[in-house]
Structure formats: structure tokens, C-alpha cells
């Protein structure tokens, strides 16, 4: 396959939610969906890194996702309560990442291991 270089770099990656099952008292189940994220550059990193350092602590907690939302694009097999789809918004990604543990492990844990790629995490 030939490199071809764009002016932003697109991929989807399967995120994995492992929670409590809300009616199997004691069992684990495990949501997917898939994420499109855009890599991003050093220098875009490194100046949403300066603005949040340079926010009172009590605005930093507001913003330790901004890294995450700024590279999310879009989503699909993420549905509502009737089964239909819900179209990518960053402003419910917040939220989703706020409201319990189990969506931040894992869309983090997801996001990250799309940074990686396998050989690197085996030292290959």
C-alpha cells in the first residue's frame, strides 16, 4: 500500500465499555461501538496542553478531556432508547465521559490503544 499524506488523518477504532450489568446483580457486560478520531499534530497538542495549564485548577477539571474531544470526528453504533441512532455531538462525548468510570476506561483505554500500534506495545 502507498503512503498517501492528507491534511488530516482520519481512522475509525472499536471502543469496548466493560460495566456492571444493570440487571444481573454481580456480571460484567461489555457495550461497542466505534469511534472515528483524527490524528493530531505535536504542535496542536502541546497548545491545548499550555492552554489548560494556564486555567485556574478549578477550570482545569472542566477541560481534561479537551485532548480527547479535540481528535473525536464521529461515531456510529452508539443509539438511543428506541434503537435509533444518535449523531456524533462533542457536547453528549463530555458528558459521556463524565458520567461514570466504566465510559471513561474505556474510551480511553480504546483511544490509547489506537496510538500504539501492537508491535510497539509488545517491544517488537
Known sequence: MKFAPTAEYTYWWPIKIKMPSSDKSGLWITETFEMEFAAVNSDEVDRILEEIKAMKPEDQTEHAHDLLLNASRDWRGVVDGDKKAIAFDREMLR???KAGPW??????QSYSASLVSDGA???N
Do not use: D, E, H, K
Request: aromatic share 16%; no cysteine.
Open 103 to 108: 465510559y471513561r476506561q474505556g474510551i480511553y
Open 95 to 97: 458528558a459521556m465521559l
Open 121 to 123: 506495545r509488545t517491544g
